[in-house]
């Protein structure tokens, strides 16, 4: 029998949007609760490591977003059944989460000035040198995906964060930063494409 799910996050894309992705592009039906920031406060104690997501699955809460993610992954049958095209796989959705992770302390900081000079370090070197490696992994491959021929959930963790710089809403970062990764931007593209998320972005 198909498990209950209820995925909780905070009522935006971050580090749920892939999740929410790969379960509904594999038909799973799920509980997809967005907190509000007082409600996860009165919560976070009780959640396994203080922070979201977390995901119920009959009734036992996990938490740890990249782990989640391979395991909507599995229930949407997008895990690939070979060992090492699922550890392709896993070292995409792996460098995604280190990349996410570099934008923490700016998001977290209070001050404008200090969050602007932390972005230009992030748009100036940090996020050229980590996608400079993305790209040449991606376009190296030379697959349609970015870790094979068929969409993975490391392709959804790539289009989430290629959409998120693109809305140019984070201070500092220019929309068009990601313009110089034509192969990461590609796949982002594919993704955009897919049916299942097209309507998921229509409703959301
Ligand atoms: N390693 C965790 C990190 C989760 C994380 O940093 N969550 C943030 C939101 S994106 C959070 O809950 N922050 C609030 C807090 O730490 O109190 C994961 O990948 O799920």
Redesign the pocket.
């Known amino acids: 029998m198909a498990p209950s799910l209820k995925v909780t996050y ?1 009522n935006f894309a ?2 749920a949007e892939p999740i929410r992705l790969a379960l509904t592009i594999g038909g799973i039906d799920f509980e997809d609760q967005r907190l509000s920031f007082p409600e ?1 406060g009165a919560m ?1 104690p009780s959640l396994p ?5 977390v995901m119920e699955i009959d009734g036992e809460q996990i ?4 782990a ?1 993610l391979r395991y909507a992954g599995k229930l949407a049958g997008m895990e690939p059944q070979d060992p090492l095209a699922a550890l392709r796989v896993d070292e995409m959705v792996l460098a995604m ?1 280190d990349v996410v992770a570099l934008f ?1 302390p700016s998001i977290l900081e209070p001050d404008m000035e200090k969050k602007l000079e932390m972005r230009i370090a992030l748009v100036e070197e940090t996020l050229p040198k980590w996608f400079g490696m993305i790209e040449r992994r991606i376009a190296g491959g030379g697959k349609e995906y970015c870790a094979g021929d068929s969409l993975s959930v490391a392709d959804l963790s790539l289009y989430n964060f290629v959409k998120w710089m693109r809305t140019g809403t984070l201070d500092g970062v220019p929309a068009t930063i990601m313009d110089a990764y034509p192969a990461t931007c590609a796949v982002a593209d594919r993704v955009a494409e897919h049916p299942k998320v097209k309507e998921w972005n229509e409703t959301h």
């Open positions: 905070f971050g580090r996860f976070k490591f203080g922070q979201l997501p938490a740890q977003g990249p989640l989460h923490t």
